[in-house]
């Protein structure tokens, strides 16, 4: 009788290991699943950090640069002055990007500096500073510019 319990045992052993291979892969789904949220979360809070610093610069238009640090900027991704215009009520020609010379931004658009590429993901600080009558058709002028935050 030993001999057959022997066999037994071992007819459960590659069992044993196929359990253990799917609970693995159960753990490792749901941590793969925690980075992929918190990963979004992160880019949701970078982009309402940002909205609320460009909002806060077109309240105060001083001319004294608004800082605000360490936004997320997505790969593939890209902002407009009309974007920008329509969260904050100016005209689209009183709201102009500087990529500040950041690797993976570009500015283009027409008229120029109108349209913010984002090529590369990239950690920044963006500064945004407002004046007030910049020219006759602005009564708020913004110029939203970019360095590395790294």
Request: charged share 15%; proline share 5%; net charge negative.
């Amino acid at each position: 009788m030993p001999r057959s319990a022997s066999c037994k045992g071992q007819m459960f052993e590659p069992f044993n290991l196929l359990i253990g291979a799917i609970i693995a892969l159960m753990m490792l789904a749901i941590i793969v699943g925690a980075v992929n949220y918190f990963d979004k979360k992160r880019l949701e809070v970078s982009s309402q950090k940002l909205d609320d610093g460009i909002a806060n610069a077109v309240r105060q238009p001083n001319g004294q640069p608004l800082l605000v640090k360490e936004i997320l900027l997505q790969e593939g991704t890209s902002m407009a002055s009309h974007g920008v215009s329509s969260k904050t009520g100016l005209k689209e020609e009183c709201i102009s990007f500087d990529s500040g010379g950041v690797s993976g931004l570009t500015v283009s658009g027409s008229p120029p500096g109108s349209l913010l590429n984002v090529e590369a993901r990239v950690l920044v600080n963006v500064i945004v500073t407002c004046t007030a009558n910049p020219s006759q058709s602005c009564e708020v002028g913004c110029i939203i510019s970019f360095e590395s935050a790294a």
